[in-house]
T-cell receptor
Framework: GEDVEQSLFLSVREGDSSVINCTYTDSSSTYLYWYKQEPGAGLQLLTYIFSNMDMKQDQRLTVLLNKKDKHLSLRIADTQTGDSAIYFCAETGGSYIPTFGRGTSLIVHP | KAGVTQTPRYLIKTRGQQVTLSCSPISGHRSVSWYQQTPGQGLQFLFEYFSETQRNKGNFPGRFSGRQFSNSRSEMNVSTLELGDSALYLC??????????????FGPGTRLTVL
C-alpha cells in the first residue's frame, strides 16, 4: 500500500525556524495535509496543499511541495514553546482513504 | 459552536469483551470518520459514515463495526477484544463526504485499554 514517512523527532530552540519533512509514495496524491496533535487532544488541521501547487504560506507556516521527489515540508518560523507537539503529514490519492505518517515530535527548548 | 465530543474518554476492558464508543459531530456535519492510533501502527483509517451509510472502509477485520444515526451521531463497536486493540480511537467530523478537500475536525479521542 501507499506509505508516508516522517522523521520521529525534531528539537529546536525557541525563536528558530523548524522544518519538518515528509515523503510519500502515492503518485496520485491529490491533497497533502499537515496536522498538529497536542497531548491528550485530537488532531488539528494546520494547513493543506493541493498537488498542483508547490508552495503555500499561512502566517508562520510555509508548506513546500516537490511533487517530482514526492517530498513535503512544513516550516514554522519563529518557533515558540507552544508549538511543541506531534506533527502529522497525511495524503489522499485517488481514494478517499487518507494515509498518515507516524508523526514528528517537535520539542522546542526555551 | 461545540466541537466534536467523544465518550467515554477512557475505557478499560478485558480480552473477549466488546466495547461501544460514541462520537457526536459538530452541529451540521454529516460525515463522521473513525481512526485508530497506536504507537506501533500510527494513525489508521477505520471507516467513514455519511447520512447513516458507511461510505469508506479501511483495512480492519469485521470485529470493527459502526453505525450512524439520523442526527449524525456515530457509534463504533469492537467485538471480541484483543490486546492489540488497545489504542486511542479518534473520531472526526466534516461537512462533506471524504477526506478530499473537506476539513475534518477531530475529537479528543477515547483511550481504550484491553487487559
Amino acid at each position: 500500500g501507499e506509505d508516508v514517512e516522517q522523521s520521529l523527532f525534531l528539537s529546536v530552540r525557541e525563536g528558530d525556524s523548524s522544518v519538518i519533512n515528509c515523503t510519500y509514495t502515492d503518485s496520485s496524491s491529490t491533497y497533502l495535509y499537515w496536522y498538529k496533535q497536542e497531548p491528550g487532544a485530537g488532531l488539528q488541521l494546520l494547513t493543506y496543499i493541493f498537488s498542483n501547487m508547490d508552495m503555500k504560506q499561512d502566517q508562520r507556516l510555509t508548506v513546500l511541495l516537490n511533487k517530482k521527489d514526492k517530498h513535503l515540508s512544513l516550516r514554522i518560523a519563529d518557533t515558540q514553546t507552544g508549538d511543541s507537539a506531534i506533527y502529522f503529514c497525511a495524503e489522499t490519492g485517488g481514494s478517499y482513504i487518507p494515509t498518515f505518517g507516524r508523526g514528528t515530535s517537535l520539542i522546542v527548548h526555551p | 459552536k461545540a466541537g466534536v465530543t467523544q465518550t467515554p474518554r477512557y475505557l478499560i476492558k478485558t480480552r473477549g469483551q466488546q466495547v461501544t464508543l460514541s462520537c457526536s459531530p459538530i452541529s451540521g456535519h454529516r460525515s463522521v470518520s473513525w481512526y485508530q492510533q497506536t504507537p506501533g501502527q500510527g494513525l489508521q483509517f477505520l471507516f467513514e459514515y455519511f447520512s447513516e451509510t458507511q461510505r469508506n472502509k479501511g483495512n480492519f477485520p469485521g470485529r470493527f463495526s459502526g453505525r450512524q444515526f439520523s442526527n449524525s451521531r456515530s457509534e463504533m463497536n469492537v467485538s471480541t477484544l484483543e490486546l492489540g486493540d488497545s489504542a486511542l480511537y479518534l473520531c472526526a467530523s466534516s461537512l462533506g463526504l471524504g477526506f478530499l478537500g473537506n476539513e475534518q475536525f477531530f475529537g479528543p479521542g477515547t483511550r481504550l485499554t484491553v487487559l
